[in-house]
């Protein structure tokens, strides 16, 4: 149990342009979704706290107007890169809280996204 | 400020047993986690500590001290597929805002020889 699934898995882009990649609880509700950024060797950054029916709450220094987030439903939340640049390249996570003793996150297989 | 550290490599033979320390300071407490990632994938979890002491779970234990700040996870009887970064997560607080955010070391770089 406890899947959760990304899509796509990896997109190139041209500069400009936007992207939506997106996370779906396979096998449970997560009422709370957290999408991560990660370069080359670097850990995962929180970008921002994704809550069904409600707005994103936004790490600090995370532009909410370029990166789109909804969460329509109980297994879908989504992360769009509005237009994105070179810079925006990085390998995107996404994470569902679990609702045990430990609330843990499970964490999607993430999306490799490269901005030409 | 939050301040999560850990070593960024270490290199252990096949067979053998690697301790990974990670010390945080945080805005509270409310759980350690540990990941393992490897290249390319997303991290899976591998334990959990709230309360101070050792926890086992097969070949992996993980230990707490919070008065310490300090954790660190044990990966006993290398395997090859060890190889792989491990992470130290942090869950600060909880409110209602921030329920479940966790905050990550840099991870840990473990390169497992024959």
């Known amino acids: 149990g406890a899947v959760v699934s990304q899509h796509p898995s990896w997109v190139i882009c041209k500069s400009g342009t936007s992207v939506k990649i997106e996370c779906r609880s396979l096998d449970f509700q997560a009422t709370t979704m957290f999408w991560y950024r990660q370069f080359p060797k670097q850990s995962l950054m929180l970008m921002a706290t994704?809550?069904?029916?409600?707005?994103?709450?936004?790490e600090q220094g995370v532009e909410k107007d370029k990166f789109l987030i909804n969460h329509a439903s109980l297994t879908l939340s989504t992360l769009t890169v509005t237009s994105a640049h070179p810079e925006d390249s990085s390998f995107y996570i996404c994470?569902?809280?679990?609702?045990?003793?430990?609330?843990?996150?499970?964490f999607g297989p993430g999306t490799r996204l490269t901005v030409t | 400020g939050q301040n999560i550290d850990q070593p960024t490599e270490m290199t252990a033979t096949e067979g053998a047993i690697v301790q990974i320390n990670c010390t945080y300071q945080t805005s509270g407490f409310n759980g350690l986690f540990w990941y393992q990632q490897h290249a390319g994938e997303a991290p899976t979890f591998l334990s959990y500590n709230v309360l101070d002491g050792l926890e086992e779970k097969g070949r992996f234990s993980s230990f707490l001290s919070r008065s310490k700040g300090y954790s660190y996870l044990l990966l006993k009887e290398l395997q090859m597929k060890d190889s792989a970064s491990y992470l130290c997560?942090?869950?600060?607080?909880?409110?209602?805002?921030?329920?479940?955010?966790?905050?990550f070391g840099a991870g840990t770089q473990v390169v497992v020889t024959p």
């Open positions: 994704s809550n069904e029916g409600s707005k994103a709450t936004y």
């Open positions: 994470s569902a809280r679990g609702s045990g003793n430990t609330y843990e996150q499970y």
């Open positions: 997560a942090v869950r600060p607080h909880t409110t209602t805002d921030s329920w479940g955010k966790f905050q």
